[in-house]
């Protein structure tokens, strides 16, 4: 078993529409949990960080963490086709260096 | 742009060569990690230098090294080339040794044939 997993999706969804994307992991050290998003051919790009249970919102983008189920969500309102990519979760250890990722979904967002 | 370069951005060689990957971290920060993305295995880590020290180690095979210059600058050195190292390597870097952010360059391309 992998210690995160992801849906790799692909997701389609149409202009406008609530994205959600979410992420499990198995070990209950991770204390740190991340979004990053990917474009085809480019490094990833920190979206979102947090280090608690709860919701953090950022403009468009709302990140939630539970972790007595160890599950994470990343929430894309008002989607647009720009944030037509992949997105990627990661988590780390508290005090750890490693970035333990998901494989990552690829979102597409039509017009 | 996240401020951290690396190059080059393509690499096409043979089975059997070494190749040398460059990163050069954010102005301020002190620690360059380094990435392996393979479509199979997903973004994995390899390494982690922090001023110049190495501070952990992943899932990286000795035919793998990597340094940190004192200008803060890494190098990934990949021999004994396989057509399973194909993949994109990144780095990120990040302000202190531990639990920080890390900012991720575009990536090298390598292509082993």
């Known amino acids: 078993q992998k210690e995160v997993e992801q849906d790799p999706g692909p997701l389609s969804v149409p202009e406008g529409a609530i994205v959600s994307l979410n992420c499990t992991y198995s070990?209950?050290?991770?204390?740190?949990f991340m979004w990053y998003r990917q474009y085809s051919r480019k490094g990833p790009e920190l979206l979102m960080y947090?280090?608690?249970?709860g919701n953090k919102e950022d403009g468009r983008f709302t990140a939630q963490v539970d972790k007595s189920s160890k599950y994470i969500s990343l929430f894309i309102r008002d989607s647009q086709p720009s944030d037509s990519a992949t997105y990627l979760c990661?988590?780390?250890?508290?005090?750890?260096?490693?970035?333990?990722f998901g494989t990552g979904t690829q979102l597409k967002v039509e017009l | 742009d996240s401020g951290v370069t690396q190059t080059p951005k393509h690499l096409i060689t043979a089975t059997g060569q070494r190749v040398t990957l460059r990163c050069s971290p954010r102005?301020?920060?002190?620690?360059v990690y380094w990435y392996q993305q393979s479509l199979d295995q997903g973004l994995q880590f390899l390494i982690q230098?922090?001023?110049?020290?190495?501070?952990a180690k992943g899932n990286i095979l000795e035919r793998f090294s990597a340094q940190q210059f004192p200008d803060l600058h890494s190098e990934l050195n990949l021999s004994s080339l396989e057509l399973g190292d194909s993949a994109l390597y990144f780095c990120?870097?990040?302000?202190?040794?531990?639990?920080?952010?890390?900012?991720f360059g575009p990536g090298t391309r390598l292509t082993v044939l």
């Open positions: 990661a988590i780390r250890a508290g005090g750890g260096n490693k970035l333990t």
């Open positions: 102005s301020g920060d002190l620690s």
């Open positions: 947090t280090y608690s249970s």
């Open positions: 990120a870097s990040g302000r202190a040794g531990g639990s920080d952010t890390q900012y």
């Open positions: 230098y922090y001023n110049g020290e190495e501070r």
């Open positions: 070990n209950s050290a991770f204390q740190y």
